[in-house]
């Protein structure tokens, strides 16, 4: 799942115990999980508020294309490198087809 | 209020900034059905009838909120030993706060669990051993495992994120890889890893649990493999061995900066071992709103910043790094509250404090002092 390239087929969720979070004392967004409260940037919050448990890998990064007029290789780029992260440290799950898929 | 200058300064009388708490620890009540040799509880326990009520929590939480803390750990003792814990709970969640809650798990029943489905957001479950015989001789309590493993399987029947987390020392690490691979078989997103700190109870504990510099280097090691096995799969944040680093750690990630601590009879603190420091005087939210103490509190502000650090941490590159360290474990070794942490190479009591350690590691000494209320501290 990790260390390698991301299936685009993919659908990214949010699991239990994570979740985005309005900081109003500091005026910013986080993403909070167990022991880790990440502040987000522009480029974070965007991708987060997309993930509806619903949609692929691929969809997300279509939308972003379309609301941010940028070419999809440098959406790609920025989503694959912003995911793989938070899957690393296991804040964000993914749901693939196969043998390894999880149920959202 | 104790002291309230009207610009905050450290304990040498330089300005201080003052930054927004993220993390709260409640200690909702030092009662706990077991006994562990290392609690992080002051020696000196809170008496049941001084603990703060579910309202006092929920006001505290709502002023905590409003201050900019994002998280709250519910603690004790074993939080389960208070019957209002699920109002507890739920005041913390209604102030918008993340609910973490850190349990040993006796004490629970599966109903009392289920009532906190919704309202705690991640649950973080003590380990004292990979089996009865371990954990139940650590925690000085028969059977402790087996309920420990029944409430672990309605956590994860629930659905709570689980958190393992496993207190390390010379009579368990050797079995480190077990912990890890139990994590896993529960389900773990992440497992802690904290070799115990010498503070406390488990200062009275030193011979019996200080671990060998073998067993700090092994447990390293372990740590990476499985780091790099697991990724992706489970985290694994690890708490090395104090004694046998080259540099302390950053304490609290530095004094009075992220984190605050609610002692259960209100009594608000820089880190839980606060109290150990002689001369700090501390605010008690019964007496005092949260921001103010916060702010102006004269324990919070004492080791603010580096302005007030000695040499050699003054003029190290380390400082904004570690802070010159545990003001703790200054206290107790140093017996002065601004020195170097003796666990620093550069310390001038480092020989000292190897010396101790790998004399007290060697030790084959195995009889426990265990945590024990003031009442039953008669046997």
Same mark, same amino acid.
């Given at each position: 799942?990790?260390?390698?390239?991301?299936?685009?087929?993919?659908?990214?969720?949010?699991?239990?115990?994570?979740?985005?979070?309005?900081?109003?004392?500091?005026?910013?967004?986080?993403?909070?999980?167990?022991?880790?409260?990440?502040?987000?940037?522009?480029?974070?919050?965007?991708?987060?508020?997309?993930?509806?448990?619903?949609?692929?890998?691929?969809?997300?990064?279509?939308?972003?294309?379309?609301?941010?007029?940028?070419?999809?290789?440098?959406?790609?780029?920025?989503?694959?490198?912003?995911?793989?992260?938070?899957?690393?440290?296991?804040?964000?799950?993914?749901?693939?087809?196969?043998?390894?898929?999880?149920?959202? | &209020?104790?002291?309230?200058?009207?610009?905050?300064?450290?304990?040498?009388?330089?300005?201080?900034?003052?930054?927004?708490?993220?993390? &709260?620890?409640?200690?909702?009540?030092?009662?706990?059905?077991?006994?562990?040799?290392?609690?992080?509880?002051?020696?000196?326990?809170?008496?049941?009838?001084?603990?703060?009520?579910?309202?006092?929590?929920?006001?505290?939480?709502?002023?905590?909120?409003?201050?900019?803390?994002? !998280?709250?750990?519910?603690?004790?003792?074993?939080?389960?030993?208070?019957?209002?814990?699920?109002?507890?709970?739920?005041?913390?969640?209604?102030?918008?706060?993340?609910?973490?809650?850190?349990?040993?798990?006796?004490?629970?029943?599966?109903?009392?669990?289920?009532?906190?489905?919704?309202?705690?957001?991640?649950?973080?479950?003590?380990?004292?051993?990979?089996?009865?015989?371990?954990?139940?001789?650590?925690?000085?309590?028969?059977?402790?495992?087996?309920?420990?493993?029944?409430?672990?399987?309605?956590?994860?029947?629930?659905?709570?994120?689980?958190?393992?987390?496993?207190?390390?020392?010379? !009579?368990?690490?050797?079995?480190?890889?077990?912990?890890?691979?139990?994590?896993?078989?529960?389900?773990?997103?992440?497992?802690?890893?904290?070799?115990?700190?010498?503070?406390?109870?488990?200062?009275?504990?030193?011979?019996?649990? &200080?671990?060998?510099?073998?067993?700090?280097?092994?447990?390293?090691?372990?740590?990476?493999?499985?780091?790099?096995?697991?990724?992706?799969?489970?985290?694994?944040?690890?708490?090395?061995?104090?004694?046998?680093?080259?540099?302390?750690?950053?304490?609290?990630?530095? *004094?009075?900066?992220?984190?605050?601590?609610?002692?259960?009879?209100?009594?608000?603190?820089?880190?839980?071992?606060?109290?150990?420091?002689?001369?700090?005087?501390?605010?008690?939210?019964?007496?005092?709103?949260?921001?103010?103490? *916060?702010?102006?509190?004269?324990?919070?502000?004492?080791?603010?910043?580096?302005? *007030?650090?000695?040499?050699?941490?003054?003029?190290?590159?380390?400082?904004?790094?570690?802070?010159?360290?545990?003001?703790? !474990?200054?206290?107790?070794?140093?017996?002065?509250?601004?020195?170097?942490?003796?666990?620093?190479?550069?310390?001038?009591?480092?020989?000292?404090?190897?010396?101790?350690?790998?004399?007290?590691?060697?030790?084959?000494?195995?009889?426990?002092?265990?945590?024990?209320?003031?009442?039953?501290?008669?046997?």
């Amino acid at each position: 799942m990790t260390g390698h390239r991301l299936s685009n087929a993919c659908i990214p969720y949010l699991p239990r115990g994570v979740r985005l979070h309005d900081d109003r004392v500091r005026g910013i967004r986080v993403l909070l999980a167990p022991e880790r409260a990440m502040q987000l940037d522009a480029v974070g919050d965007a991708i987060l508020t997309e993930l509806d448990g619903r949609r692929s890998l691929a969809e997300v990064i279509l939308t972003l294309c379309d609301r941010y007029d940028a070419p999809s290789e440098q959406i790609e780029g920025d989503v694959h490198d912003f995911i793989r992260g938070l899957v690393d440290r296991r804040m964000l799950f993914l749901a693939c087809q196969g043998p390894h898929g999880e149920a959202p | &209020m104790t002291h309230q200058p009207v610009i905050p300064q450290d304990i040498q009388g330089n300005p201080v900034r003052v930054g927004l708490p993220m993390a &709260m620890l409640a200690e909702l009540t030092h009662r706990c059905p077991l006994a562990c040799p290392y609690c992080s509880n002051p020696v000196e326990l809170a008496r049941v009838n001084s603990e703060l009520t579910a309202a006092e929590w929920g006001d505290i939480f709502r002023q905590a909120a409003d201050l900019g803390v994002l !998280q709250v750990h519910l603690s004790g003792g074993e939080p389960a030993s208070r019957r209002d814990l699920t109002e507890i709970a739920a005041a913390a969640r209604d102030a918008g706060l993340y609910v973490n809650l850190i349990t040993s798990g006796i004490g629970f029943t599966e109903a009392r669990l289920r009532e906190l489905d919704g309202i705690v957001d991640h649950v973080q479950l003590s380990l004292q051993g990979i089996d009865a015989e371990m954990a139940d001789w650590i925690s000085g309590y028969g059977g402790s495992f087996a309920r420990k493993m029944q409430v672990a399987e309605w956590i994860g029947q629930i659905g709570f994120p689980l958190t393992l987390n496993a207190v390390v020392h010379r !009579q368990n690490l050797d079995r480190l890889p077990e912990m890890i691979d139990l994590a896993e078989r529960l389900g773990c997103r992440r497992i802690e890893v904290a070799t115990v700190q010498f503070h406390g109870w488990a200062d009275l504990n030193r011979r019996p649990l &200080m671990p060998t510099l073998a067993q700090a280097q092994r447990a390293r090691e372990i740590v990476n493999e499985a780091r790099r096995r697991l990724r992706g799969r489970m985290v694994i944040d690890y708490v090395p061995a104090d004694h046998h680093a080259t540099y302390p750690k950053s304490c609290m990630g530095g *004094w009075g900066s992220t984190g605050l601590n609610i002692a259960p009879d209100g009594v608000v603190l820089p880190c839980h071992a606060a109290q150990t420091i002689k001369g700090l005087e501390f605010d008690n939210i019964r007496d005092v709103r949260l921001a103010q103490i *916060w702010q102006y509190g004269a324990a919070f502000n004492a080791f603010r910043g580096t302005a *007030w650090l000695p040499e050699p941490c003054a003029s190290c590159e380390r400082r904004e790094v570690d802070f010159g360290g545990c003001r703790c !474990q200054a206290m107790a070794m140093a017996n002065d509250p601004l020195a170097t942490d003796p666990v620093c190479s550069r310390s001038s009591l480092n020989a000292r404090l190897r010396a101790e350690a790998e004399a007290e590691a060697a030790s084959d000494d195995i009889a426990l002092v265990y945590r024990r209320m003031p009442k039953e501290k008669r046997t």
